[in-house]
């Protein structure tokens, strides 16, 4: 187990993300990996063979436990809660099971009206307090040694597993939904966002010190309907967690993450997060050029990359760095989710080559 970074020490805890989402300089940039823990590395793989997913969720050591495996096995400069974004959904009313080799099932998907109507508020203390528990138990743990981050899905993409009843390539009943009752949408989008905000803020509350929402399927949106879909209910879930109590005693960063952002890169700017998050179809230069210096970005290696041998792959982490700039305000992350395939040896090469290359710039 290799790569600990020296800034994590106990006496000197390491907030180089903080800061950079703060866009404060900072030596070098931070690097955390979305998906860092799970099926890509053996010792997750050990506990999954013990226990189910949903059961490592609502288990707060173990759900710990996974949390600091690729802390301890790449050095990286941030933790993420190990949870899924599906979790708000079972005391939504809607159910949620993970079927071996399937994927994520809600047996009570809502399509109409009346199905909207139908849907709990949640209290999250009361329906979730394992994904609190857990966020206590990883700060105790990490005692200091980097920054803990909460995350949830955004309302939109909340919407297409609620609506479609699990994951989907086409997502022909939410697109149904929207245009042919864009009423009971706004309905459903509504309640999604106050549930995400109460929710977020209780992780702030917790003692999450970042959090990031992730808009993956929001990339299958015109603009016009990202902005009336998606956009409008990230900033109402966004304006509803910077005017909480939580957020004024411990105002975590957000970070708004779009799965194919490029189409609408102004409108993002306007979210109110304060970073964002950016895949890898858009380079970084552009994507600050049109998103302004009001945000800080994260990302955007192709998750592909790491399929690569260590030298193209090391090129390929220069060219990220190098298209980010050196102003203020970069996260290195990749443009979306580690792939469960990825060999966890080239995690290692691309953490030591931001490390590495940033210090020779
Ligand atoms: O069998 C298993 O071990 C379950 C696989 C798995 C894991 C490890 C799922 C099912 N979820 C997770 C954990 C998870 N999910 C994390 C924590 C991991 C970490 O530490 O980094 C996070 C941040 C998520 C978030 C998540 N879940 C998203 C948003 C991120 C993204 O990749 O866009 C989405 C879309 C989900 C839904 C989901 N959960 C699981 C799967 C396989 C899916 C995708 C289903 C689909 O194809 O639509």
């Not at 909207?116 to 994904?131: H, I, Q």
């Not at 966020?135 to 005692?143: C, M, P, T, Y």
């Not at 952002?261 to 102004?266: G, Q």
Request: proline share 8%; hydrophobic share 40%.
């Amino acid at each position: 187990m290799t790569a600990q970074s020296s800034e994590a020490s106990f006496d000197s805890p390491n907030d180089l993300f903080l800061r950079a989402c703060r866009r404060e300089p900072v030596p070098r940039p931070p690097v955390w990996m979305m998906r860092q823990a799970g099926r890509y590395l053996p010792e997750y793989q050990a506990v999954r063979s013990r226990a189910a997913f949903l059961d490592i969720c609502k288990t707060p050591e173990l759900a710990c436990e996974v949390t600091l495996q690729p802390l301890d096995r790449f050095g990286f400069d941030a933790a993420i809660l190990f949870s899924d974004i599906l979790i708000p959904l079972q005391p939504m009313g809607l159910g949620l099971e993970f079927v071996e080799s399937v994927g994520p099932q809600i047996p009570n998907p809502v399509r109409d009206r009346a199905g909207v109507r139908r849907l709990a508020a949640p209290d999250p203390e009361s329906s979730m307090g394992f994904v609190m528990d857990a966020i206590r138990e990883i700060r105790r743990a990490l005692a200091g040694r980097v920054p803990l981050i909460g995350f949830g899905g955004a309302p939109f993409t909340m919407a297409t597993y609620a609506v479609e009843g699990g994951g989907s390539k086409t997502y022909p009943h939410t697109k149904g939904l929207l245009f042919g009752d864009p009423e009971a949408a706004h309905a459903l989008l509504t309640t999604l966002a106050d549930t995400t905000a109460a929710y977020l803020e209780a992780q702030i509350r917790a003692g999450a010190q970042a959090i990031q929402m992730f808009d993956s399927w929001a990339g299958i949106l015109a603009p016009r309907d990202f902005r009336e879909f998606a956009l409008a209910y990230a900033r109402r879930v966004i304006e509803s967690i910077k005017s909480s109590s939580a957020y004024r005693d411990n105002p975590a960063p957000l970070i708004y993450f779009v799965n194919g952002c490029a189409p609408y890169l102004e409108d993002i700017a306007t979210a109110g997060a304060d970073v964002v998050g950016v895949d890898w179809r858009i380079d970084l230069d552009e994507a600050r050029r049109r998103l302004g210096d009001g945000v800080a970005v994260q990302g955007n290696l192709d998750p592909t990359c790491l399929f690569l041998e260590p030298e193209p792959l090391r090129e390929r982490v220069a060219e990220v760095l190098d298209k980010a700039g050196s102003a203020p305000g970069h996260i290195f992350n990749l443009g979306h989710g580690v792939l469960p395939m990825t060999n966890p040896e080239r995690v290692d090469v691309m953490v030591r080559a931001v490390r590495e290359q940033s210090a020779r710039s």
